[in-house]
């Protein structure tokens, strides 16, 4: 089946530190990878839809600044936390879809910004 | 606007005893319907999805679901549950248009008895 990987999946960084979490589709390609960000006994909050080759799309909301978004190949998207706060500590998952409707989800990123 | 409703924030059920979860939807289009489980600090696993055809659908793990349209409906099912079964379940909708986004429910955390 298809298998998506994040990593690190639990990662403790300082305030005004940057962080990068990597998204990978392991046995497909994935044209469209998404961002979701999801608060503690919460639902999954879509963040950014990104493309290969192209720049993610934004929910509304959510800083373009803050959370850099690169698709740099089918099997790979980046999410970087730029500056983290405090309030950006949450549980980030991922997702991709291939050329069907289904997306496939990977298995999160705890971050912790202390 | 697209969204999910899934009333019952939490749910007890005694093992063995069967087990409903509703999901309404609102969406101007025929959508695309999922279910998913999550286990704490885990990502979403797929129990079952409905894109056309049979309007019941069976599931991983013994679940079903059957959809509705006169009642916007999508509720998920298991006739005998299981102390595993304990987790957090989502309804989402998949939208058929651009990227093909979903739009989560809220939740509904699935408590298991003795």
């Known amino acids: 089946g298809a298998v998506v990987s994040q990593h690190p999946s639990r990662v403790i960084c300082k305030s005004g530190t940057s962080v990068k979490i990597e998204c990978r589709s392991l046995?497909?390609?994935?044209?469209?990878m998404f961002w979701y960000r999801q608060f503690p006994k919460q639902s999954l909050m879509l963040m950014a839809t990104?493309?290969?080759?192209?720049?993610?799309?934004?929910e509304q909301g959510v800083e373009k600044d803050k959370f850099l978004i690169n698709h740099a190949s089918l099997t790979l998207s980046t999410l970087t936390v730029t500056s983290a706060h405090p309030e950006d500590s949450s549980f980030y998952i991922c997702?991709?879809?291939?050329?069907?409707?289904?997306?496939?989800f990977g298995p999160g990123t705890r971050l912790t910004v202390t | 606007a697209q969204s999910v409703t899934q009333p019952d924030i939490h749910i007890t059920v005694s093992e063995g005893a069967s087990l409903e979860l509703r999901c309404n939807y609102s969406?101007?289009?025929?959508?695309?319907l999922f279910w998913y489980v999550q286990s704490p600090g885990q990502g979403l696993q797929l129990l079952l999805k409905?894109?056309?055809?049979?309007?019941l659908v069976q599931g991983i793990k013994g679940f079903e679901a059957e959809f509705k349209r006169s009642q916007s409906s999508f509720n998920l099912r298991k006739p005998s549950v299981h102390w595993s079964d304990a987790a957090e379940y989502f309804c989402?909708?998949?939208?058929?248009?651009?990227?093909?986004?979903?739009?989560f429910g809220t939740g509904t955390r699935l408590l298991v008895s003795p």
């Open positions: 989402a909708v998949g939208l058929n248009t651009g990227f093909q986004k979903l739009v």
């Open positions: 409905y894109f056309s055809g049979d309007t």
């Open positions: 997702s991709a879809r291939d050329d069907g409707h289904e997306q496939y």
């Open positions: 990104s493309n290969e080759g192209s720049k993610a799309t934004y």
């Open positions: 969406y101007g289009a025929t959508p695309y």
């Open positions: 046995d497909f390609q994935a044209t469209t």
